[in-house]
């Protein structure tokens, strides 16, 4: 998937801003609402405060109340 690419790729910095509108991974995963991804980003040190160039961090990107809840708890 795009998710373990981008890790794979980016680990050694895993809040690159890869995708345009300057997002990182975490931006991308919660927009997909992929929750496995959001998880795995988080405990790999995923930095949930980085804006993308709208101003928005990754909670403001979700639908889903899960992935917000996860977001508040780290």
Same mark, same amino acid.
Request: aromatic share 10%; glycine share 2%.
């Given at each position: 998937? !795009?998710? !373990? *690419?981008?890790?794979?790729?980016? @680990? =050694? ?5 890869? @995708?345009?509108?300057? #997002?990182?991974? *975490?931006?991308? $995963?919660? !927009? ?6 959001? !998880?795995?980003? *988080?405990?790999?040190?995923? =930095?949930?405060?980085?804006?993308n160039s709208?101003?928005?961090? $990754? ?5 889903? $109340?899960?992935? #917000?809840?996860?977001? =508040?708890?780290?």
């Amino acid at each position: 998937s !795009k998710i !373990k *690419l981008i890790i794979i790729c980016y @680990f =050694d910095n895993i809040d690159y801003l890869i @995708f345009k509108h300057y #997002r990182t991974a *975490l931006h991308w $995963a919660c !927009k997909r609402n992929h929750i496995i991804a959001v !998880k795995y980003l *988080l405990e790999h040190g995923a =930095d949930k405060s980085i804006q993308n160039s709208s101003k928005e961090v $990754a909670a403001q990107l979700t639908n889903t $109340a899960e992935i #917000r809840h996860i977001l =508040d708890c780290t």
